[in-house]
T-cell receptor
Framework: ETGVTQTPRHLVMGMTNKKSLKCEQH?????MYWYKQSAKKPLELMFV???????ENNSVPSRFSPECPNSSHLFLHLHTLQPEDSALYLC????????????FGSGTQLSVL | AQTVTQSQPEMSVQEAETVTLSCTYD???????LFWYKQPPSRQMILVIR??????QNATENRFSVNFQKAAKSFSLKISDSQLGDAAMYFC???????????FGQGTTLQVKP
């Protein structure tokens, strides 16, 4: 247990559904991240939040909408996804953006039908 | 742009023996960090070991050690006295000291045979 909790653990959704992924960290960190892990591909950084402000968006389609209401919580809102969006979505946190030690959650395995 | 390459999609090792996982990277920066992360079946990525580029001494953490060759841009992970719990996917990662961006390799799946 690294102090980063993600829910749900698994999610199956249709292309017209709207769902949200939740991440919570209990480490007092100020930076939070969303990563996408697809089979046979390196982890892809999607979004970075620092002190609740989005500081990085790596050309992610608008059907993915992040939200960081406070420094402990991070959401990823999903709508009108495509089958190619099926992947493991990992949340991570670090003390701040300059700190190189990331702590990861166990991820949400998403399947888009 | 920086890249990280792990050329071994799968490796296997006998329990109690030693295995080395390879990683190469490409960068024009002089200041950076390198990492090895472990992802067991639980899916939670766990930091195994880290190396600062300005340090010549290779990092070690118990049974885990690295061979950092800065000129060759190589960063291999050695696991000694392999245990069944070491079975996992291992990711090599590069982090720019300037931008802070973390870049991962494709991963190597390690199987440990009893």
């Amino acid at each position: 247990e690294t102090g980063v909790t993600q829910t749900p653990r698994h999610l199956v959704m249709g292309m017209t559904n709207k769902k949200s992924l939740k991440c919570e960290q209990h480490l007092g960190h100020n930076a939070m991240y969303w990563y996408k892990q697809s089979a046979k591909k390196p982890l892809e950084l999607m979004f970075v939040y620092s002190l609740e402000e989005r500081v990085e968006n790596n050309s992610v389609p608008s059907r993915f909408s992040p939200e960081c209401p406070n420094s402990s919580h991070l959401f990823l809102h999903l709508h009108t996804l495509q089958p190619e969006d099926s992947a493991l979505y990992l949340c991570a946190s670090s003390q701040d953006r300059t700190n190189e030690k990331l702590f990861f959650g166990s991820g949400t395995q998403l399947s888009v039908l | 742009a920086q890249t990280v390459t792990q050329s071994q999609p799968e490796m296997s090792v006998q329990e109690a023996e030693t295995v080395t996982l390879s990683c190469t990277y490409d960068t024009s920066e002089s200041d950076y960090y390198l990492f090895w992360y472990k992802q067991p079946p639980s899916r939670q990525m766990i930091l195994v070991i880290r190396q600062e580029a300005y340090k010549q001494q290779n990092a070690t953490e118990n049974r885990f050690s690295v061979n950092f060759q800065k000129a060759a841009k190589s960063f291999s992970l050695k696991i000694s006295d392999s245990q069944l719990g070491d079975a996992a996917m291992y990711f090599c990662a590069y982090r720019s000291a300037g931008t802070g961006k973390l870049i991962f390799g494709q991963g190597t799946t390690l199987q440990v045979k009893p």
